[in-house]
T-cell receptor, first 112, second 114 residues
Framework: QQQVKQSPQSLIVQKGGISIINCAYENTAFDYFPWYQQFPGKGPALLIAIRPDVSEKKEGRFTISFNKSAKQFSLHIMDSQPGDSATYFCAASTGNTGKLIFGQGTTLQVKP | NAGVTQTPKFRILKIGQSMTLQCTQDMNHNYMYWYRQDPGMGLKLIYYSVGAGITDKGEVPNGYNVSRSTTEDFPLRLELAAPSQTSVYFC?????????????FGEGSRLTVL
């Protein structure tokens, strides 16, 4: 059972464009929704996160949009740069154990 | 701080062999986790620990064992390795509430079972 579904699997964007990655979840008990960024040969690193009491969170060029009623959330990368080329994972968790359920991942390529 | 350190980085095992993946963290984090990453599948939680002496199963625990005798170390034991255990394994740690979901990952251990 895939509790967090992520799309698209891969994405190619031109430099300066907007990258959008979407996730949908099933468990309404989830109360923390992070996005992780992973470069080749490295472990994932926290990029930005949101809790369900807000509909949007912005940090620099990265924005999470959250739709509680649709059980969906998305990552928007504005003014995408070649250095943003990486794999992005959405995730969700509930409670205080930090047990993250990850989406399948999206490989982003930003072309110069 | 070194953060989360995993060893070995690469290992090839034969079917039926056993091994231990080592993980240590120097951030005094209470929570530690083992994930496996397979292409197109994201990361799956194998085991986790909320403190020394306390461990619990994640989504995919079969074929693995863990122990947590100290705050710093969280080794993952593979018994009777199978080709299905070919994967990249990530150890992670977290301080705990209120930032429990902020995990710090190691660089991974790539395991091939032939």
């Amino acid at each position: 059972q895939q509790q967090v579904k992520q799309s698209p699997q891969s994405l190619i964007v031109q430099k300066g464009g907007i990258s959008i990655i979407n996730c949908a979840y099933e468990n309404t008990a989830f109360d923390y929704f992070p996005w992780y960024q992973q470069f080749p040969g490295k472990g994932p690193a926290l990029l930005i996160a949101i809790r369900p009491d807000v509909s949007e969170k912005k940090e620099g060029r990265f924005t999470i949009s959250f739709n509680k009623s649709a059980k969906q959330f998305s990552l928007h990368i504005m003014d995408s740069q070649p250095g943003d080329s990486a794999t992005y994972f959405c995730a969700a968790s509930t409670g205080n154990t930090g047990k993250l359920i990850f989406g399948q991942g999206t490989t982003l390529q930003v072309k110069p | 701080n070194a953060g989360v350190t995993q060893t070995p980085k690469f290992r090839i095992l034969k079917i039926g062999q056993s091994m231990t993946l080592q993980c240590t963290q120097d951030m005094n984090h209470n929570y530690m986790y083992w994930y496996r990453q397979d292409p197109g599948m994201g990361l799956k939680l194998i085991y986790y620990s909320v403190g020394a002496g306390i461990t619990d199963k994640g989504e995919v625990p079969n074929g693995y064992n863990v122990s947590r005798s100290t705050t710093e170390d969280f080794p993952l034991r593979l018994e009777l390795a199978a080709p299905s255990q070919t994967s990249v394994y990530f150890c992670a740690s977290s301080y705990g509430a209120p930032n429990t979901g902020e995990l710090f990952f190691g660089e991974g251990s790539r395991l091939t079972v032939l």
